[in-house]
Nanobody, 124 residues
């Protein structure tokens, strides 16, 4: 059974940093993609960033480019999201996701497995 477990969320002030972690258990996705999504209250879940397990190619949504960095540790079967210069608009539940395919898709429907989410709250 595949499980994705996020950690690292919390309450911070604008301008602060947080690092989210997601550990995948139950299988490896050596040829696939891991991603981070977020969902703010009353809004749709939206794409944040994704990375290929093999090779490390990445893609980001425009609003986080230059502030967020996605990375992975294949040995630990883990993916991370370093978030710097946080803004109140970044407040959301952040979800880790994984897909078995190679393509760096950004839609929620393209991902096969999901974590339970971790809350990130940024105060102004």
């Amino acid at each position: 059974q595949v499980q994705l477990t996020e950690s690292g969320g919390g309450l911070v002030q604008a301008g602060d940093s947080l690092r989210l972690a997601c550990v995948v258990s139950g299988r490896t996705f050596s040829g696939g993609v891991a991603g981070w999504f977020r969902q703010a209250p009353g809004k749709e879940r939206e794409f944040v960033a994704a990375i290929r397990w093999s090779g490390g190619s990445t893609v980001y949504t425009n609003s986080v480019k230059g502030r967020f960095t996605i990375s992975r540790d294949n040995a630990k079967n883990a993916v991370y999201l370093q978030m710097n210069s946080l803004e109140p608009e970044d407040t959301a539940v952040y979800y880790c996701a994984a897909r078995t395919g190679w393509t760096l898709y950004t839609s929620t429907s393209s991902f096969d497995y999901w974590g339970q989410g971790t809350q990130v709250t940024v105060s102004s």
